[in-house]
Structure formats: structure tokens, C-alpha cells
């Protein structure tokens, strides 16, 4: 707070949005454009149960526009402040709420938690003694010269998914105790992560968010209902202080880049914490309500996003302010990338609509400060849309749920599932007109923070949530997973061969297809929530990392460590940027073809005979050089019996360099055997990759 006496109230200016440091004290901004009256309230400390100062905002001298605005003398950085804003109330019966002390939308500290009561931000009653405060921050840019961007290309790029708080909670994390479930913590595990080969860590919601917006009882733990758009989450911090946080994400986001791996963050943009017009008021309803909110005439929100509110991206304020929030973040803060949760959602117009050229997507393209950034959204919302081929923004890549269907139905053995695995493979070209897709363009996954993890996938038939006290009521029931003859843990050693063998079929479906792949963590090492499926309000063992040796599976990790180094070695057969031509006749079209071109072909048990049938289980691929001979070959058997295949005249010796019915590290040895023969077998419920030796020649595995 104040290190002077206050001395000056001036009109002060209308950019930049929020508060804003300026040589004589500090600038605040608010939108508000249907406000009649503007109080702000300056605090000594977050704490405090009444503001010390209170200044009214002249709507002639403070206000341009939609945007009120004063400048403040002897106020600096740490000041604790909020606002109160007065208005008609709208259609419905809410709207503006007086009685509140609101939080600046665009605050990028926030301050007060020790007498924060959520409870008290709804209804009529005053609560200036129990409300959060933002608080003045520095606006320095990341420094991009000492700690520059990786720049993956989206070729090379492997994301993993992560709780910041969850990785490294548990007490065997290996981390120091102050630091555990950390922004500092996560530093500490990323020579891990680069061991592991990943190139981008993708952050579930680090904007704060109010752990209380829960049912009785529970925490909300994953934090997908934003308190702020612009404030790291505070229960992620290792201080107290609220100053820091911004600190501590920059440390994250060096550290990350140092150690050649990208930061994307998990963005809801969709809706806030605010909930339907029963929840609180505590910052964007107060300020704007029926701006930043879709209603309709008579005042009731309209919901696409399941949590009560939806934000209207369409309405220019708010595209403004996801804007900035995009630019402190990456540009402040030095992050790489955002993954849009229910992304399409800011797609709606006026009444919902569907617009085909949404506004903020259209600004947010043409904005040269975040042209480098990756950027990656869910095609659906809540409210039925579903825009994967056609989404309406040229940069902007989907998570591709129909990939995570069809490579888990097809290794559980489902009737037409083949013609569709083939297709995630080499690209998921009927799902885009079938036209290749740019890389970048389409995200695959097996698992995500939302649903089983690949252990459980593999483990249990339904899912089992009690322990989130709602009956088992929440989270999704149509998981296409397979418990394999025994619901959840299994001592019988044939279910564990099988559960085993079926996670590196999974692994090995994602890694090798064509696109941007995405890991959930934990998968790498077997780790398992017990079958829940929504461990949203997990802050437990349940929801955590998995550290202990003896609860990991380290030959699933080497597994996947080898894995991703194949990738890595051989882009230009596994993650092509224009998709070889596709042949059906069993040699090259013409003898006089280039030696150097590359065509894929399907077969089936017989060479170019693929069975797209309804009953069909298995499927191979090969890729060939001219009229040289085949690259690679990857048969896929997910039937209950074993078979054996036909295999294509390689361009040099078969090396067998995964066979995923071998114990380990038979099934990915370091050194690939070499394989001779026309026929190679494939054991029940197994996938076996070949490569020509010249192909194998400079692997390090």
C-alpha cells in the first residue's frame, strides 16, 4: 500500500487495462459501460476488513468511453484494492451489486484469502469485510534473449499433461517440502520429463480460481472455473506473498525453456467461477454482467459450458479481455501455447449462434504478439457444437476425440473398428474432407486429465467415483475401455500379460500415427485412480503423480522412452508433413517411378488385401520407397487368436524392432533383432513394427 500520503486524484488514461504502474502512482481501468457510478476502494494489506481510502470515479472527468479510469498518486506497487459498482439492475433481477467489492477483471495479483467467504459474494449482503482485493503488479516482459523459446516444430512435438499441484505432491516426489505441488516444484522434476522425451508440457488450469467453487465438503481441485484470466493461481506458490506468483511462473517457464521444453496452459475462457445468476458476484457480473454473459431477453444465462454461465467472446469487451490475458501470459509470463478449454463455445454469437468468422478468433489471428504462439482448442462445447474439419480459426488445432475412440475400440476387439483405426493412423483424412491435415491441426490422445487414465483404461468397465460423493453419478460412462476378465487389480498373471501388452498397443497406436500426440501423466509409469474417471476434487493420492519405484511400472516407462526416441529418429516415416500416396496394388504403379518416392499400402493376412469388414480385428500397413521395397511394416492383431501375415519385400533385411506379445525388453530391445522370412506371426491381442536395416542403422534406443 501507500509508502507516501496519497496526494493527487487525476483522470488518468483508459489503456492499459487494469492497474498500471505510472511515474506518480498507479493508473487504474475498469470496464464497465452501463455503470452509472464507480467507487474504488484502496486496502492497507489484502486482510483488511474495510479499505482505507475510498475515491469516487466522475463520470465526465473519469470516464472514455466503456472504460472508467484514474490515476492515483502515492500508491505503488502492493497496493490492495476493489471496486464497487452502481447501476440499474437488469432483466432477471441481477446485474449490478453495490453491496459487493468487486475484483478488477484484469487484476494480475489478488490478495485476501485469509478472509474470503464465497458464500458472502452472493445475495444482497455487504461484503467489503470478507472479499478478495487485487493487487498492483509490475508489468515486466519475459525475458525471451537470456531464456529463448523453444519453437518445436509441430512435427517434433509430444505433449504431456499435467496438475502442477499433483505432480509433485506426494512426499516421495523427491522435491523440497516447501516446494511440493509447486510451480518451484515442477522445476525440480523437469530433468524427468526431458528424460522421458517429451517436448511441451501442457498445464491444467493455473489461472486462479477459487478452491470453495465446490459442492460441501469437496475442493475444487483441477480449477476449471476461472477466479482471474490474468492471476497465477495462488495454491500453487510457495509463498505467501502475492507478488511472487508472477515470479515463480517466469522461474517455471526459464526453466522449461532451458531445458528445451514448451509451456502451454490450459485456458477457460469459456465461463468463470461467477456461476448462474444464483452464484456470486464477484467480478465480471458486477462490472458488466449482461455484456460479458450470454443471456437472452429476459435476462436468464444461457449455458453451453455446464458450470451455470457462458462467456459472450463475441461482445468486443471481452474479446479485449481474453486478448490481454493472452498477452500477459505469453509475453509477461513467456508461455508458448494455450489449449482452449471448450474452445467452439467462443465461437457462439448473439442467442448462441454459430458464427463461421467469431470475432475473437479472427483478432487473435491477426495479432502479430501471439503469431508464435501454438495454439490448440476442444471442437465441442457443452451445448452440441462439434466443429472438428471446419473449425473457425486457421491456426488454431483441435484434440481430436475421434482418434482416442477409435484406437481404444479397435484394441478392445469392437465390430467396425478397423477401417477406423486405419484411418486415426495414418492421419484421420475423413474426418477433414479427405484432405492430409496439417500438422498442428489435429492433437490425438488416448487419455487426458478428463476420464481413465491408460492403466485404468485398461482395468475396469465402468467407472467406479464414489469417492467424489456423488453417487457415482459424474463423470463419463461411455469410456470403450476393458477390465479383461477381472473388474479393477488382478493377481492373475494372465490379465496382468494381457493389461500389459494391450497399454504398449495403445502407446505404440498414438506415437506412431500421424500428428500431434498427447500423454497424460503418470501413464508412463501405470498409474492408477482406481477406476474414478473425474478426479476433478481429488486433492489425494488418488488424483497425484506416482513417484515411489515400487508402485511404478519402469519397464512401461522404458518402453515409451524408446518409443519416443524412434519417433524422434524417424519423423519422415511416422509424422510426415504431407502424408505418402496410398497404393492397393501389391508393387509400385510404374517401374520408372523415383526411387525416393514414398506410398503407403494396407493389407490384411494377405499382401494389399486389407479386410475393412465389420468383423475384422487386424490390419497392417507398409510404406515403400519407389520400386526399391518397403521401409516399415506394422501389423495390428486385436483379435483373440493368433495370426500370421504376409510381408512385403523390404529394400534391406527386416529388423524386428517391436513386438509387444514379448515380456520386456524383448517387446522394444535396444538392439532390434534381425527377421527373415515371407510370413511373420502375430500373436492374439499384439502390434509388431519392422523396419529395413538401413533404417535401423543410426537408431539409439
Given at each position: 500500500?501507500?509508502?507516501?500520503?496519497?496526494?493527487?486524484?487525476?483522470?488518468?488514461?483508459?489503456?492499459?487495462?487494469?492497474?498500471?504502474?505510472?511515474?506518480?502512482?498507479?493508473?487504474?481501468?475498469?470496464?464497465?459501460?452501463?455503470?452509472?457510478?464507480?467507487?474504488?476502494?484502496?486496502?492497507?494489506?489484502?486482510?483488511?476488513?474495510?479499505?482505507?481510502?475510498?475515491?469516487?470515479?466522475?463520470?465526465?472527468?473519469?470516464?472514455?468511453?466503456?472504460?472508467?479510469?484514474?490515476?492515483?498518486?502515492?500508491?505503488?506497487?502492493?497496493?490492495?484494492?476493489?471496486?464497487?459498482?452502481?447501476?440499474?439492475?437488469?432483466?432477471?433481477?441481477?446485474?449490478?451489486?453495490?453491496?459487493?467489492?468487486?475484483?478488477?477483471?484484469?487484476?494480475?495479483?489478488?490478495?485476501?484469502?485469509?478472509?474470503?467467504?464465497?458464500?458472502?459474494?452472493?445475495?444482497?449482503?455487504?461484503?467489503?469485510?470478507?472479499?478478495?482485493?487485487?493487487?498492483?503488479?509490475?508489468?515486466?516482459?519475459?525475458?525471451f534473449q537470456a531464456h529463448p523459446r523453444p519453437r518445436h516444430s509441430w512435427q517434433r512435438t509430444v505433449i504431456y499433461e499435467l496438475h502442477v499441484g499433483g505432480f509433485t505432491r506426494r512426499e516421495d516426489a523427491g522435491v523440497?517440502?516447501?516446494?511440493?505441488?509447486?510451480?518451484?516444484?515442477?522445476?525440480?522434476?523437469?530433468?524427468?520429463?526431458?528424460?522421458?522425451?517429451?517436448?511441451?508440457?501442457?498445464?491444467?488450469?493455473?489461472?486462479?480460481?477459487?478452491?470453495?467453487?465446490?459442492?460441501?465438503?469437496?475442493?475444487?481441485?483441477?480449477?476449471?472455473?476461472?477466479?482471474?484470466?490474468?492471476?497465477?493461481?495462488?495454491?500453487?506458490?510457495?509463498?505467501?506473498?502475492?507478488?511472487?506468483?508472477?515470479?515463480?511462473?517466469?522461474?517455471?517457464?526459464?526453466?522449461?525453456?532451458?531445458?528445451?521444453?514448451?509451456?502451454?496452459?490450459?485456458?477457460?475462457?469459456?465461463?468463470?467461477?461467477?456461476?448462474?445468476?444464483?452464484?456470486?458476484?464477484?467480478?465480471?457480473?458486477?462490472?458488466?454482467?449482461?455484456?460479458?454473459?450470454?443471456?437472452?431477453?429476459?435476462?436468464?444465462?444461457?449455458?453451453?459450458?455446464?458450470?451455470?454461465?457462458?462467456?459472450?467472446?463475441?461482445?468486443?469487451?471481452?474479446?479485449?479481455?481474453?486478448?490481454?490475458?493472452?498477452?500477459?501470459?505469453?509475453?509477461?509470463?513467456?508461455?508458448?501455447?494455450?489449449?482452449?478449454?471448450?474452445?467452439?463455445?467462443?465461437?457462439?454469437?448473439?442467442?448462441?449462434?454459430?458464427?463461421?468468422?467469431?470475432?475473437?478468433?479472427?483478432?487473435?489471428?491477426?495479432?502479430?504478439?501471439?503469431?508464435?504462439?501454438?495454439?490448440?482448442?476442444?471442437?465441442?462445447?457443452?451445448?452440441?457444437?462439434?466443429?472438428?474439419?471446419?473449425?473457425?480459426?486457421?491456426?488454431?488445432?483441435?484434440?481430436?476425440?475421434?482418434?482416442?475412440?477409435?484406437?481404444?475400440?479397435?484394441?478392445?476387439?469392437?465390430?467396425?473398428?478397423?477401417?477406423?483405426?486405419?484411418?486415426?493412423?495414418?492421419?484421420?483424412?475423413?474426418?477433414?474432407?479427405?484432405?492430409?491435415?496439417?500438422?498442428?491441426?489435429?492433437?490425438?490422445?488416448?487419455?487426458?486429465?478428463?476420464?481413465?487414465?491408460?492403466?485404468?483404461?485398461?482395468?475396469?468397465?465402468?467407472?467406479?467415483?464414489?469417492?467424489?460423493?456423488?453417487?457415482?453419478?459424474?463423470?463419463?460412462?461411455?469410456?470403450?475401455?476393458?477390465?479383461?476378465?477381472?473388474?479393477?487389480?488382478?493377481?492373475?498373471?494372465?490379465?496382468?500379460?494381457?493389461?500389459?501388452?494391450?497399454?504398449?498397443?495403445?502407446?505404440?497406436?498414438?506415437?506412431?500415427?500421424?500428428?500431434?500426440?498427447?500423454?497424460?501423466?503418470?501413464?508412463?509409469?501405470?498409474?492408477?485412480?482406481?477406476?474414478?474417471?473425474?478426479?476433478?476434487?481429488?486433492?489425494?493420492?488418488?488424483?497425484?503423480?506416482?513417484?515411489?519405484?515400487?508402485?511404478?511400472?519402469?519397464?512401461?516407462?522404458?518402453?515409451?522412452?524408446?518409443?519416443?526416441?524412434?519417433?524422434?529418429?524417424?519423423?519422415?516415416?511416422?509424422?510426415?508433413?504431407?502424408?505418402?500416396?496410398?497404393?492397393?496394388?501389391?508393387?509400385?504403379?510404374?517401374?520408372?517411378?523415383?526411387?525416393?518416392?514414398?506410398?503407403?499400402?494396407?493389407?490384411?493376412?494377405?499382401?494389399?488385401?486389407?479386410?475393412?469388414?465389420?468383423?475384422?480385428?487386424?490390419?497392417?500397413?507398409?510404406?515403400?520407397?519407389?520400386?526399391?521395397?518397403?521401409?516399415?511394416?506394422?501389423?495390428?492383431?486385436?483379435?483373440?487368436?493368433?495370426?500370421?501375415?504376409?510381408?512385403?519385400?523390404?529394400?534391406?533385411?527386416?529388423?524386428?524392432?517391436?513386438?509387444?506379445?514379448?515380456?520386456?525388453?524383448?517387446?522394444?530391445?535396444?538392439?532390434?533383432?534381425?527377421?527373415?522370412?515371407?510370413?511373420?506371426?502375430?500373436?492374439?491381442?499384439?502390434?509388431?513394427?519392422?523396419?529395413?536395416?538401413?533404417?535401423?542403422?543410426?537408431?539409439?534406443?
Amino acid at each position: 500500500m501507500p509508502q507516501r500520503a496519497l496526494s493527487g486524484i487525476h483522470p488518468g488514461s483508459p489503456w492499459p487495462l487494469g492497474s498500471c504502474l505510472t511515474s506518480r502512482g498507479v493508473n487504474f481501468v475498469l470496464a464497465a459501460p452501463r455503470a452509472d457510478r464507480i467507487e474504488l476502494l484502496l486496502y492497507s494489506n489484502g486482510n483488511d476488513r474495510s479499505p482505507e481510502r475510498v475515491i469516487e470515479l466522475d463520470g465526465r472527468r473519469h470516464r472514455s468511453g466503456d472504460y472508467w479510469h484514474v490515476e492515483v498518486e502515492g500508491v505503488s506497487e502492493g497496493c490492495c484494492y476493489g471496486y464497487r459498482v452502481f447501476g440499474p439492475l437488469a432483466p432477471g433481477g441481477h446485474g449490478f451489486q453495490p453491496s459487493k467489492v468487486l475484483l478488477d477483471p484484469a487484476a494480475r495479483a489478488i490478495s485476501g484469502w485469509d478472509v474470503y467467504d464465497r458464500v458472502l459474494a452472493t445475495g444482497p449482503s455487504p461484503n467489503a469485510h470478507a472479499c478478495l482485493k487485487a493487487v498492483v503488479c509490475e508489468r515486466d516482459l519475459f525475458d525471451f534473449q537470456a531464456h529463448p523459446r523453444p519453437r518445436h516444430s509441430w512435427q517434433r512435438t509430444v505433449i504431456y499433461e499435467l496438475h502442477v499441484g499433483g505432480f509433485t505432491r506426494r512426499e516421495d516426489a523427491g522435491v523440497a517440502v516447501e516446494h511440493r505441488g509447486t510451480y518451484l516444484g515442477l522445476i525440480e522434476k523437469l530433468p524427468y520429463l526431458k528424460e522421458l522425451g517429451i517436448t511441451a508440457v501442457e498445464l491444467l488450469p493455473v489461472f486462479c480460481f477459487d478452491p470453495a467453487d465446490a459442492p460441501p465438503g469437496r475442493d475444487n481441485v483441477w480449477g476449471y472455473s476461472p477466479l482471474s484470466w490474468f492471476t497465477p493461481h495462488h495454491g500453487y506458490c510457495s509463498s505467501s506473498d502475492p507478488l511472487q506468483a508472477r515470479h515463480e511462473v517466469r522461474q517455471l517457464v526459464a526453466a522449461c525453456h532451458d531445458a528445451g521444453i514448451e509451456v502451454l496452459l490450459d485456458v477457460v475462457y469459456n465461463h468463470t467461477t461467477e456461476g448462474n445468476r444464483h452464484g456470486p458476484t464477484l467480478s465480471w457480473r458486477g462490472c458488466a454482467d449482461n455484456v460479458y454473459y450470454h443471456q437472452n431477453e429476459d435476462g436468464d444465462y444461457q449455458d453451453v459450458s455446464g458450470c451455470g454461465n457462458s462467456i459472450a467472446a463475441n461482445a468486443p469487451i471481452s474479446t479485449q479481455l481474453i486478448l490481454e490475458s493472452m498477452r500477459c501470459w505469453a509475453l509477461e509470463l513467456g508461455v508458448d501455447g494455450f489449449r482452449f478449454d471448450l474452445g467452439i463455445a467462443l465461437s457462439r454469437g448473439d442467442q448462441l449462434k454459430p458464427l463461421n468468422e467469431p470475432p475473437l478468433f479472427a483478432t487473435m489471428e491477426a495479432d502479430p504478439q501471439l503469431s508464435d504462439l501454438k495454439l490448440v482448442s476442444e471442437p465441442w462445447d457443452c451445448g452440441g457444437l462439434y466443429r472438428l474439419d471446419d473449425f473457425p480459426a486457421q491456426r488454431i488445432g483441435t484434440w481430436n476425440g475421434h482418434f482416442r475412440d477409435g484406437v481404444r475400440r479397435f484394441w478392445k476387439g469392437d465390430d467396425h473398428s478397423t477401417w477406423s483405426l486405419a484411418q486415426r493412423f495414418k492421419g484421420s483424412p475423413d474426418l477433414y474432407d479427405g484432405k492430409p491435415v496439417a500438422l498442428g491441426r489435429s492433437v490425438n490422445f488416448i487419455t487426458a486429465h478428463d476420464g481413465f487414465t491408460l492403466a485404468d483404461l485398461v482395468s475396469y468397465n465402468r467407472k467406479h467415483n464414489l469417492a467424489n460423493g456423488e453417487d457415482n453419478r459424474d463423470g463419463e460412462n461411455h469410456n470403450n475401455s476393458w477390465n479383461h476378465g477381472i473388474e479393477g487389480p488382478s493377481s492373475n498373471p494372465l490379465v496382468q500379460s494381457l493389461r500389459r501388452r494391450q497399454q504398449r498397443n495403445l502407446l505404440c497406436s498414438l506415437m506412431l500415427a500421424r500428428g500431434v500426440p498427447m500423454l497424460l501423466m503418470g501413464d508412463e509409469v501405470g498409474r492408477s485412480q482406481g477406476g474414478n474417471n473425474n478426479s476433478w476434487c481429488q486433492n489425494s493420492p488418488l488424483g497425484w503423480m506416482v513417484w515411489n519405484e515400487d508402485q511404478c511400472d519402469l519397464e512401461l516407462k522404458q518402453f515409451l522412452q524408446r518409443l519416443l526416441r524412434l519417433r524422434q529418429a524417424l519423423p519422415q516415416l511416422f509424422n510426415p508433413l504431407v502424408p505418402p500416396r496410398e497404393s492397393n496394388r501389391k508393387s509400385a504403379e510404374k517401374p520408372s517411378e523415383q526411387r525416393s518416392d514414398l506410398w503407403r499400402q494396407w493389407h490384411g493376412v494377405n499382401l494389399a488385401k486389407p479386410d475393412w469388414a465389420a468383423w475384422s480385428r487386424t490390419t497392417s500397413t507398409s510404406l515403400h520407397r519407389g520400386s526399391r521395397g518397403a521401409l516399415l511394416w506394422m501389423g495390428f492383431n486385436a483379435y483373440k487368436e493368433s495370426l500370421s501375415f504376409e510381408l512385403p519385400v523390404p529394400v534391406s533385411t527386416w529388423k524386428r524392432v517391436i513386438d509387444t506379445s514379448l515380456p520386456s525388453p524383448k517387446d522394444f530391445p535396444a538392439e532390434p533383432a534381425s527377421f527373415s522370412g515371407v510370413e511373420i506371426p502375430l500373436q492374439s491381442r499384439s502390434f509388431v513394427l519392422l523396419l529395413a536395416e538401413e533404417e535401423t542403422s543410426s537408431l539409439r534406443l
